[in-house]
């Protein structure tokens, strides 16, 4: 199943697919290393991503981020919106190097976001840090997930934030696969 969000503010004009699989992602932000996590993400997390933004990156990459992050979540909502074979919870942990992440995932249908990263440098290249956060953020309570993503070392700021992405990534994937089991993973009985 292939979902797929256009959204339009004064701020940035996103169009973006979103399917499990793995085909080749299309992915262009206007922000060089946004792109290059958003395809780590797809890729790591077994997802087919297709994206084009224009935003206003004359100002900064700030909209841009956050934006994307909104209709990804979205788009991860919808594509699991069939809950009762799904795992329910997944968890990665992932080296680069000296960097170790961890992302810890319930697709719980209660937003939370716990986000523990003492980044190295404020920035790479020109990409302000700050983002990575904003991004995380956006993407989980529009996904109704609770995330906790932890960057347990760093050294590398490049490294500490592809770890945590490639991590995230992976703790979806774990957690939206199939269970095997034709049962609802609540006791309560339902995920809303």
């Known amino acids: 199943m292939t979902v797929f969000i256009e959204r339009n503010t004064k701020e940035t004009k996103i169009s973006m697919s979103l399917k499990q699989g793995f085909d080749p992602s299309n992915i262009e932000t206007g922000v060089g290393f946004l792109n290059h996590m958003l395809n780590l993400f797809a890729f790591h997390g077994h997802f087919v991503l297709n994206l084009t ?3 206003d990156t004359d100002v900064d990459a700030h909209h841009t981020t956050e934006d994307v992050g909104i209709v990804l979540g979205q788009l991860l909502a919808e594509l699991g919106k069939e809950k009762e074979r799904m795992t329910r919870y997944g968890t990665a942990y992932v080296p680069m190097d000296e960097t170790l992440a961890r992302s ?6 209660r937003p939370y976001l716990h986000f523990d990263a003492d980044f190295s440098k404020a920035t790479v290249g020109t990409f302000d840090v700050e983002l990575v956060k904003e991004f995380f953020y956006a993407v989980v309570i529009h996904a109704r997930y609770t995330t906790h ?3 347990i070392r760093g050294g590398n700021t490049h490294h500490e934030i592809e770890a945590l992405f490639k991590a995230f990534a992976q703790s979806v994937r774990i957690a939206l696969s199939d269970s095997g089991v034709d049962r609802l993973p609540s006791s309560k009985g339902v995920i809303e």
């Open 53 to 55: 933004v224009d935003g």
């Open 104 to 109: 810890v995932t319930d697709i719980s249908g």
């Open 149 to 151: 993503l932890d960057l």
